[in-house]
């Protein structure tokens, strides 16, 4: 009887430990295998602290939600299985599911099988003070920039932001030969392939950052790459601040900033605090999981 007993534990036990090692054991399923946001009913999901991904969460039935301040807090959590996965741009997760073969995401397409989401919630705009003069001067600049040039750009920055030597962009401009006036522009320098830092200039433009207290940090990707054309359009030197996201918009309300440049969607809570300009980018919502 007692070997049976243990018999019987055994076989507990190993059912237990395969549950828990299965992706999704957070919910209901196998999270590799979700088609909707259906799909997700009951598991860990987590997003960004601040921003419009922690509301797209909620849209998920019975969601384990957390939230991180940081994108590379969220990887930590997913390699250790704290959470089933996290919502990004579509661009992130081709970007870090290019640098580590364990990722993989799911396209959930908006307001079909995906999120409920507008235009505003996955676009992103340059962030502007109330009443800035720049809004009209920077729209200008940004209609001068065609739809393929956008996604071609795109497509650079996440090889340039896997490790892959770039030597030309899409998107290019002139440096004027003289500058009238400094173009400050924040952003986290943490968010690839939108922004990330770099700990010398390798790569292809990579801009200094101003604030970096001495030491040799700078920025590149997406938002820079926007970000200096549209300097070298205003006649404009280009800075690049490196600001946490919870700081960026207090950042240009103080005035320490002319401009965020930082992958940041033109949300109605946002439009509240601060202007923005055109969009300048159009995403789809994806979560990032870990493969089995």
């Keep these: 009887m007692k070997r049976i007993t243990a018999a ?7 059912a ?25 009913k009951g598991m860990k999901i987590a997003a960004q602290s601040g921003t419009f991904h922690a509301d797209a969460a909620k849209q998920i039935e019975n969601v384990k939600l957390t939230t991180y301040p940081e994108f590379t807090d969220m990887l930590v959590a997913l390699q250790t299985g704290t959470i089933d996965g ?14 580590d073969s364990s990722l993989a995401y799911i396209p959930l397409v908006n307001n079909d099988t995906g999120f409920t989401v507008t235009a505003a919630d996955v676009g992103i705009a340059v962030g502007l003070k109330t009443g800035s003069d720049l809004r009209e001067r920077i729209n200008e600049v940004l209609a001068t920039i065609t739809d393929e040039v956008r996604d071609n750009l795109m497509l650079e ?91 960026l918009l207090p950042a240009i309300q103080s005035g320490a900033v002319d401009a965020i440049i930082a992958g940041m969607s033109p949300t109605a809570e946002r439009e509240e605090q601060i202007d923005f300009t055109n969009v300048y980018y159009e995403s789809t919502l994806v979560v990032i999981y870990k493969k089995k």
């Design 8 to 14: 019987i534990l055994t076989v507990l036990l190993i």
């Design 157 to 247: 920055m996440i090889k340039l932001s896997a490790g892959e030597k770039l030597t030309s962009y899409s998107l290019v401009s002139e440096t004027p030969d003289t500058t009238e006036g400094v173009l400050k522009v924040a952003m986290e320098c943490a968010y690839a392939p939108y922004n990330w830092t770099e700990t010398s200039d390798f790569s292809l433009g990579a801009v200094k950052i101003a604030n970096d207290q001495g030491a040799n940090y700078y920025a590149n990707g997406y938002d820079v790459r926007v970000a200096q054309y549209i300097a070298d359009n205003l006649g404009m030197k280009l800075e690049i601040y490196s600001y946490e996201w919870d700081a």
């Design 16 to 40: 237990i430990t395969l549950v828990s090692c299965t992706p999704g054991a957070g919910g209901a399923g196998n999270i590799a295998e979700a088609k909707s946001i259906a799909d997700l």
């Design 86 to 99: 996290y919502i990004a741009e579509e661009p992130t997760a081709k970007s870090v599911c290019s640098s």
